[in-house]
């Protein structure tokens, strides 16, 4: 089956326009993370999906960081009025299960490459 | 909060030879998942090996090894035979125990390790 997929792969804006960055995951994952990667940097956290409730949006850098999942299954991440500090690549990863006793492996898309001019 | 460091920014061997990256975390937790990702140029983030704390066994996944040294809070990956493909990114990262919290993994900055032929 298909991977989680993300588009698009590189997006270029210029500083003060919104972007939204597209996820799909993998069918049927319950759990949905969006990570932020920095040029040479390991990927931080920034907000957590079970279905399409948002557990978890502490690792949003501000207000202009938005995420919806209004459907439990395709997610977007959207950015508005960009500034250069928000260049990086955003990953999305999904995951099977979120709760019990079993862990499950989070599968990573490719990733958007963000550049803000 | 958790941290992880990987105190090695690059390496790099000959094709072959036997390779260990070192990677350090700091918790206060008791109950944890340790994990090695590798991101080759693509930046597809793939799973190496993962270990749970509680297991005193080493993980071992074909030619990938680790070392988890609980005490000491250390989690070495020992690559053997290592081979072209596996130059890339090698990421280690810490989740809380899923009763715990939300699943979200805490990165390294990585080392990039390269195998040359």
């Known amino acids: 089956g298909a991977g989680v997929s993300q588009s698009p792969r590189y997006k270029v804006a210029k500083r003060g326009q919104d972007v939204a960055l597209r996820c799909d995951p993998i069918?049927?994952?319950?759990?949905l993370f969006w990570y932020q990667q920095a040029l040479g940097q390991g990927p931080e956290f920034l907000t957590y999906?079970?279905?399409?409730?948002?557990?978890?949006k502490s690792g949003l850098p501000s207000d202009r960081f938005f995420a919806e999942r209004p459907e439990g299954s395709v997610s977007t991440l959207k950015i508005q009025r960009t500034q250069q500090e928000d260049s990086a690549v955003y990953l999305c990863a999904s995951s099977l299960v979120t709760s019990g006793f079993k862990l499950d492996t989070q599968y990573f898309g490719p990733g958007t490459r963000l550049t803000v001019l | 909060a958790q941290t992880v460091t990987q105190s090695q920014p690059e390496m790099s061997v000959q094709e072959a030879e036997t390779v260990t990256l070192s990677c350090t975390y700091d918790t206060s937790e008791n109950n944890y998942y340790l994990f090695w990702y590798k991101q080759p140029p693509s930046r597809q983030m793939i799973l190496v090996i993962r270990?749970?704390?509680?297991?005193?066994q080493n993980a071992t996944e074909n030619r990938f090894s680790v070392n988890f040294q609980k005490a000491a809070k250390s989690f070495s990956l020992k690559i053997s035979d290592s081979q072209l493909g596996d130059t890339a990114m090698y990421f280690c990262a810490f989740m809380k125990h899923l009763l715990q919290g939300a699943q979200k993994l805490v990165f390294g900055q990585g080392t990039r390790l390269t195998i040359n032929p």
């Open positions: 069918s049927g994952h319950v759990s």
């Open positions: 270990q749970e704390a509680y297991k005193q």
């Open positions: 999906f079970q279905n399409e409730a948002q557990l978890d």
